[in-house]
């Protein structure tokens, strides 16, 4: 079936370090992937996306890069800041299909 | 406001008794998704409204759930007869149309079941 593994958290890290939070998918065909962020007390937003094999998705310092040989999605940033802190769920969207498959999510805390 | 809303906020009931959760979409927005989030558990969706279609039940978990949605605008899940393992946080989330779009998720229900 199709299926989001993300790795588990809390991930700790200090405020400049460099982030990646691993995800990889199981999945027919070719989905689109996406990697949403909630940050506290909020509800749930679109962080970016990826549709196609290679592609980068990329806003607000972070990038994922769509891997279809590994069937991974790894979001990465250069220098975290402590307004990271947030949980990241990791998503794929099935070609021809509308719902949306989840991660676990993956809690990442930014000391300063 | 110009975003998903949802209430209540929070809702606190006693097991065995019914609730109603709403969701009120982004206006325009033709799809309206239910997810759910319970502790230590990835996102689970519900069910699926798209325009005038019948609504994609199949993640519903049991048949005590249940949801409609009005007009095509606001939505209402149901849930009867509460058991304890039905807490979690409720998710509502909208979308322009359902392909290629993305979700807009309100801020959720969080429901605790005593």
């Known amino acids: 079936g199709n299926s989001v593994t993300q790795m588990e958290g809390p991930v700790t890290l200090s405020e400049e370090a460099f982030l990646t939070i691993n995800c990889t998918y199981t999945?027919?065909?070719?989905?689109?992937l996406f990697w949403y962020v909630q940050y506290p007390g909020e509800g749930l937003q679109l962080l970016l996306k990826?549709?196609?094999?290679?592609d980068k998705g990329s806003n607000k310092g972070f990038e994922a890069t769509y891997r279809k040989e590994t069937t991974s999605f790894h979001l990465e940033k250069g220098s975290v800041q402590v307004s990271d802190s947030a949980v990241y769920f990791c998503?794929?969207?099935?070609?021809?299909?509308?719902?949306?498959?989840f991660g676990k999510g993956t809690r990442l805390h930014i000391l300063p | 406001g110009a975003g998903v809303s949802q209430s209540p906020s929070n809702k606190v009931t006693e097991k065995g008794k019914d609730v109603e959760l709403r969701c009120d979409p982004i206006?325009?927005?033709?799809?309206l998704y239910w997810y759910r989030q319970s502790l230590g558990q990835g996102l689970e969706f519900l069910i699926y409204?798209?325009?005038?279609?019948?609504?994609?039940k199949s993640g519903l978990p049991s048949d005590r759930f249940s949801a409609e949605r009005t007009g095509g605008s606001v939505s209402t899940l149901t849930i009867q007869r509460t058991q304890q393992e039905d807490s979690a946080v409720y998710l509502c989330?909208?979308?322009?149309?359902?392909?290629?779009?993305?979700?807009?998720f309100g801020d959720g229900t969080r429901l605790s079941i005593l």
């Open positions: 989330a909208s979308s322009l149309d359902s392909r290629y779009q993305p979700q807009h």
């Open positions: 999945a027919t065909g070719y989905p689109s």
């Open positions: 990826a549709t196609k094999a290679d």
């Open positions: 998503a794929l969207r099935r070609a021809g299909d509308d719902k949306i498959i």
């Open positions: 206006s325009g927005h033709t799809a």
């Open positions: 409204f798209q325009g005038n279609s019948a609504p994609d």
